[in-house]
């Protein structure tokens, strides 16, 4: 009988950290509660036409292009180290405190894409970086992470790996707390209903004479992208939309402070994760309104910089 496969049992990812870029190493991590991922690559063929002929005369192969897309229900921060590109481990026993911050470049990681059955199915993506992440909470949800990989190359084998599963708590909204304010002095802005954090790293190939493979990927601009919707209880955050930190009920006519905000999200004192946005712009706003239902407020902010905090029980010894 024909084996037909399922994501549900048969799919599979690890993640490993890569020493030199491009070259594969061995994939034992795991990423979170994985529920979509799309791996695959593009060929960018090379075309001939001439006179005669309505067809084409020639094709030849191209430059290869491979990604992957993740997401997964948010357990630890592991892809967040490679789309940040900085990690620092503390503590000496559970909970351990892991601060991700911004680099100029970012760590290069080998992903292995497996399904395991009767006969096994691995893709093993060599040079991954990760060129866009998500964090999104929404009301009723959990906390997921989406990410965009682009990867230099794979190879594929008929062994898998076994799948982990971590124990590691998921994150809800009832978990989460909104903040803004001045850097320090953040209060919690009241009914938040939804948050999206993006980070962009705008990666381009490095393309070269005498090889159909990128060199590597180089990282542009850093760009974030944060969204928040919130029950309309109050104008404060209009006031901050207006002029910053300080607040206006007009539209500010010289450039003002930006603000803090802060998402907090917590299970426990021991289990949490807090991101940091510094400087920030509200750069849209909106409040529809119609028949029926609250009004809410929508915001596009801009934060300058960001920084992330994890509490878990990993180790840096096993991260």
Request: proline share 3%.
């Given at each position: ?57 020639q ?8 990604r ?67 964090l ?21 084998s ?39 954090w993006t ?42 939309f207006?002029?910053?930190?300080t ?32 400087d ?11 028949v ?28």
């Amino acid at each position: 009988m024909t084996e037909n496969y399922s994501g549900l049992k048969n799919a599979y990812i690890l993640i490993g950290k890569e020493t030199t870029y491009g070259t594969a190493v061995a994939c034992t991590k795991d990423v979170g509660i994985v529920t979509d991922m799309n791996w695959g690559g593009t060929n960018e063929i090379v075309t001939s036409r001439g006179m005669s002929s309505r067809g084409l005369t020639q094709i030849q192969i191209g430059n290869w292009r491979f990604r992957g897309d993740i997401t997964c229900e948010f357990q630890n921060g592991r892809l967040l180290e490679y789309a940040l590109g900085s990690v620092t481990h503390s503590g000496t026993a559970d909970p351990y405190t892991h601060t991700f911050s911004e680099a100029d470049d970012l760590p290069s990681f080998t992903a292995e894409v497996g399904l395991d059955g009767t006969t096994d199915d691995v893709e093993t993506y060599a040079g991954c970086k990760i060129n866009s992440l998500t964090l999104a909470l929404d009301l009723g949800g959990k906390l997921t992470m989406r990410a965009e990989v682009l990867a230099k190359t794979v190879s594929t084998s008929t062994t898998a790996s076994a799948a982990i599963v971590d124990d590691l708590p998921t994150y809800t909204w009832a978990h989460a707390t909104f903040k803004t304010g001045a850097s320090g002095a953040e209060t919690a802005v009241a009914q938040c209903r939804a948050f999206e954090w993006t980070i962009t790293n705008n990666l381009s190939p490095i393309d070269k004479f005498g090889s159909y493979l990128p060199e590597g990927y180089l990282e542009e601009n850093r760009d974030y992208s944060v969204r928040v919707t919130l029950a309309f209880t109050d104008a404060n955050e209009r006031s901050r939309f207006l002029a910053g930190t300080t607040g206006a009920t007009t539209p500010a006519e010289t450039d003002f402070e930006g603000f803090s905000a802060v998402l907090e999200v917590a299970r426990s004192a021991s289990r949490k994760i807090t991101i940091t946005m510094s400087d920030c712009h509200y750069t849209d706003y909106g409040r529809p309104i119609s028949v029926g239902g609250l009004i809410l407020q929508d915001f596009t902010l801009v934060p300058r910089s960001c920084t992330i905090v994890t509490l878990d029980d990993i180790d840096s010894t096993t991260w």
